[in-house]
């Protein structure tokens, strides 16, 4: 247990009992996380002149872990304690409570004169003998005020610990991969050229949550190129984030408009830093979205935009993606603060589409299918009267499942299997090689209908697609539908671990902000719903 829990201390930490309306953690993480008494840090020096420096990080715990603060010790690699500031972050709030502790500030102050990299531990469940009553500012250990440049000691956590940790949601570390190793090689032959995009002043080049693509990077890796970007890229949002007013919580270089909003990605950077300007936009954009959102498709209240013309501005709309992005902010609303018009609101959203996928809007039968009328949206893609979208659905799929974990509501697993059928039997072009860009529902019912429409590049997309399969994979039971999900999944990832995603450059966001839970979810296919049906 020396750099960090064993390999297999958390194998089963993704899985959840789903039971009394909540997720409650299963035995086997439980047992785990008893087992793990330390995991070991490792600091990069940074500054041109280090000294005596303070070292400042967040270490993200895993649900159920720890639960006082006191009982945690920073030590030097031979076991000599070391003077420290410990206090939480932030509890974990699965179930619509307050638990154990979700993250934990460290400071302490260490010699780096000599060795500009060196390792020290922390150590569970001893109780501190040194400690340290007060806390330096955050900004203050860092190159610049701004944050920009990041810390002058960069602490890096190893892999295993961070997947587990479920900072992120459950995750494979990329050296456990397996089969689907050529997703890390995805992810590398993309990062350098993403580079090019960490100033942009072009708004669109930040659509899809840039930072929380490098932050899933370093999760799974430990590697400290993607932690200083993912450090670089979210003090690059909070510095253009509207921080008061009306519209409050907007991206400056945008304006109002939802799909540029993530609390996620700078909620992330606080459990590793504990810099509390983070978690205040973060806050300020949980509540733009609260605000934003209406859940319920409403079509009688909709006129038709001209053609030619954007279809969101200045109008009442309603699509996947902003449902996708809504959700989410409301989430990490809720795990940010605590505040349970947040979890009241998460828990709205949910009914409203589990009644739009059971009942549609239109009144016509339900087809597994959330879709809508889209010439009220944009008919310069398409005029199906009943529409929807493969790449939106795979926005709003990634905070559902995110809610499953936070809630245990079945009905999750249930709107994912339904979709995947779906998307199986309609949406995808007959040689399977990618999904349609707009899929007309009706066109299987009725001859006359015209085919769904093809749009631009969606074989960019593959990544998420592949991402949905997994999700009905991990959520499946049977075995036929395991075969058919698999079979799909088997023919897109090869494909989308193959591309260039930085043309157009919010390509990379939206190939790499959720998908590598697809290693996850296929390394777990079927198994939570099979532990679930033989118990």
Not at 141 to 149: I, N, Q, S
Not at 219 to 246: S, W
């Amino acid at each position: 247990m020396s750099d960090s829990v064993s390999r297999r201390a958390f194998v089963k930490s993704g899985l959840l009992f789903l039971g009394a309306g909540r997720a409650t953690l299963s035995s086997e993480l439980r047992g785990a996380s008893a087992r793990a008494h330390e995991v070991v840090v490792t600091l990069e020096g940074r500054a041109a002149k280090l000294g005596r420096e303070t070292v400042n990080f967040g270490l993200p715990l895993p649900p159920g872990f720890l639960s006082n603060p006191r009982r945690v010790r920073v030590a030097t690699l031979a076991g000599e304690e070391i003077d420290a500031a410990v206090r939480a972050l932030e509890p974990w709030r699965i179930g619509g409570r307050d638990g154990s502790i979700r993250s934990l500030l460290i400071q302490f102050q260490f010699d780096f004169s000599r060795e500009r990299t060196q390792r020290i531990k922390i150590v569970f469940q001893q109780p501190r003998r040194k400690n340290l009553s007060s806390f330096v500012p955050v900004a203050e250990t860092l190159l610049d005020d701004k944050g920009l440049e990041g810390p002058r000691v960069l602490a890096l956590l190893p892999a295993r610990w961070l997947c587990d940790s479920w900072i992120v949601g459950p995750q494979t570390p990329a050296t456990e991969s397996g089969e689907y190793g050529p997703y890390n090689q995805f992810v590398e032959r993309n990062f350098s050229g993403s580079l090019t995009y960490v100033n942009s002043q072009i708004y669109s080049e930040w659509l899809f949550d840039r930072t929380t693509a490098y932050y899933k990077m370093y999760v799974r890796t430990g590697d400290r190129k993607f932690l200083e970007t993912a450090y670089h890229a979210a003090h690059f949002v909070r510095l253009h984030t509207k921080m008061d007013g009306p519209d409050a919580g907007i991206f400056t270089l945008k304006g109002p408009d939802l799909k540029y909003v993530y609390p996620r990605a700078l909620h992330i950077h606080y459990l590793l830093t504990g810099d509390e300007r983070t978690r205040e936009t973060g806050k300020i954009m949980a509540q733009y979205c609260i605000k934003s959102q209406d859940p319920v498709y409403r079509p009688e209240s909709m006129t038709p935009s001209p053609v030619g013309v954007d279809p969101e501005r200045g109008r009442k709309f309603w699509t996947l993606r902003h449902q996708g992005y809504g959700l989410l902010g409301i989430l990490h609303g809720w795990e940010l603060t605590g505040d349970r018009a947040y979890w009241a609101k998460a828990r709205e959203c949910v009914d409203a589409y589990y009644r739009h996928q059971q009942h549609p809007p239109d009144g016509r039968p339900p087809d597994g299918s959330l879709r809508q009328d889209w010439a009220l949206y944009d008919p310069s893609e398409a005029t199906f009267k009943g529409a929807t979208s493969a790449w939106m659905m795979a926005l709003l799929l990634d905070p559902l499942f995110h809610y499953w974990t936070l809630t245990g509501d079945k009905r999750v697993a249930d709107m994912v299997i339904k979709w995947c059928d779906f998307l199986d039997r309609q949406g995808m072009v007959p040689d399977g090689s990618k999904a349609y860009y707009v899929i007309n529902c009706f066109a299987a019912l009725d001859q006359k209908e015209p085919p769904s429409a093809l749009g631009p590049d969606m074989e960019m997309h593959n990544a998420e697609i592949a991402y949905t399969f997994a999700l009905g994979s991990f959520f499946s039971v049977d075995p036929e539908q395991l075969h058919v999900y698999r079979k799909r999944f088997d023919q897109l990832f090869p494909l989308a671990v193959a591309l260039d995603v930085n043309h157009p450059a919010r390509a990379f966001n939206w190939a790499f902000q959720f998908s590598s839970q697809l290693i996850y979810f296929m390394q777990h296919a079927g198994g939570l719903r099979a532990k679930r049906k033989a118990a």
